[in-house]
């Protein structure tokens, strides 16, 4: 029988030799969520995963913004807050363990308190995994790390055209 190991302590390896063997950048600045409090199924670790993830930022000199819990309006006043921080030759490092949907090839990152019934819906309740990642690159290409840890769970199966 096979067993896995937790993602959060590879993921710190792998971003600790990342860290250390990167060109110096002018700024780290992190953002790092855990959503764990969703009403149709709990994300378990995500808040203690990320507090080790801001913890372990924080040690590697990253100026870090970490989150909990975020409804729709607080995790994109949070991921604002993050691209007002970012600049050109920063090194950017987003973390995010919650909930993520995928609808006709778009990743969304599900906030807490959402009553998502329908693909269409989806816009207008999560936040475009893309966009972000689209602006990130537009601020500081090619010196972002992004670690999306989502639930195993698909509590959205039953939704038509909606999958995590």
């Not at 590697?60 to 007002?84: E, H, I, R, Y």
Request: proline share 2%; net charge negative; aromatic share 8%.
């Amino acid at each position: 029988m096979y067993r896995t190991l937790p993602l959060v302590p590879f993921f710190l390896v792998l971003l600790t030799l990342c860290i250390a063997t990167s060109a110096l950048a002018e700024n780290r600045v992190a953002l790092v969520v855990g959503n764990s409090g969703y009403a149709e199924s709990i994300h378990a670790t995500a808040i203690n995963d990320a507090q080790l993830m801001a913890k372990t930022l924080d040690a590697l000199g990253f100026d870090v913004l970490l989150m909990f819990d975020c409804n729709k309006m607080a995790l994109a006043t949070a991921v604002s807050a993050f691209m007002q921080k970012i600049s050109s030759g920063d090194l950017v490092f987003l973390y995010y363990s919650g909930h993520i949907a995928q609808v006709e090839g778009v990743n969304y990152l599900l906030p807490l308190r959402t009553t998502i019934e329908t693909a269409q819906n989806v816009e207008d309740q999560a936040v475009d995994l893309g966009t972000i990642m689209f602006n990130i690159d537009m601020a500081c290409p090619g010196k972002a790390i992004v670690v999306l840890e989502s639930g195993q769970d698909n509590f959205l199966s039953q939704k038509e055209g909606i999958g995590i």
